[in-house]
């Protein structure tokens, strides 16, 4: 099945550094048009798509079926708030979010407890892209000091 993007997410995609090795985290993932377009993008890699919803990650789960069975998209219902690495997961490389309360500003609160969240679940080099109301976005990912 092809994916049609709104302009908006089609630019969003566009502008993140994609390559077909990478393993990508999309937060808030909503019905997963996006997930299904940077999947189709990768090769060894493959795409995490989380969102708070129930229905959201239903519905990204019955459209996403050619992805999810060639192993490059999996989709888990959580919120970032609460996001944590499975024991069998290996770190990120990429995260992204589209319109994602806790990490556009509408939250602060939740963003500090999100961002310490991607640290945790990403490599030391990963880069963070947030779009909200805002153009795309680069973020840099707090690092505890050593």
Do not use: W
């Not at 990478?22 to 299904?36: D, K, M, N, T």
């Not at 990650?57 to 999810?68: E, F, G, H, P, Y």
């Not at 708030?81 to 556009?104: H, K, M, N, Q, S």
């Not at 973020?139 to 000091?145: E, T, Y």
């Amino acid at each position: 099945m092809s994916t049609h993007l709104s302009p908006r997410l089609a630019r969003i995609v566009q502008a993140l550094p994609l390559e077909p090795h990478l393993r990508v985290l999309e937060i808030g993932c909503g019905p997963g048009a996006a997930a299904r377009v940077i999947a189709d993008r990768l090769t060894t890699g493959h795409l995490l798509a989380i969102d708070r919803s129930a229905t959201a990650v239903d519905q990204l789960k019955k459209r996403s079926t050619a992805q999810i069975d060639s192993g490059r998209l999996s989709a888990r219902q959580v919120a970032i708030e609460d996001f944590v690495l499975t024991e069998d997961e290996e770190p990120f490389d990429l995260v992204f979010a589209v319109r994602v309360g806790a990490l556009d500003g509408r939250h602060p609160q939740a963003g500090h407890a999100a961002l310490q969240r991607i640290a945790g679940a990403t490599h030391p080099r990963a880069r963070l892209f947030i779009a909200g109301a805002h153009p795309l976005r680069e973020v840099p990912i707090p690092r505890p000091r050593r």
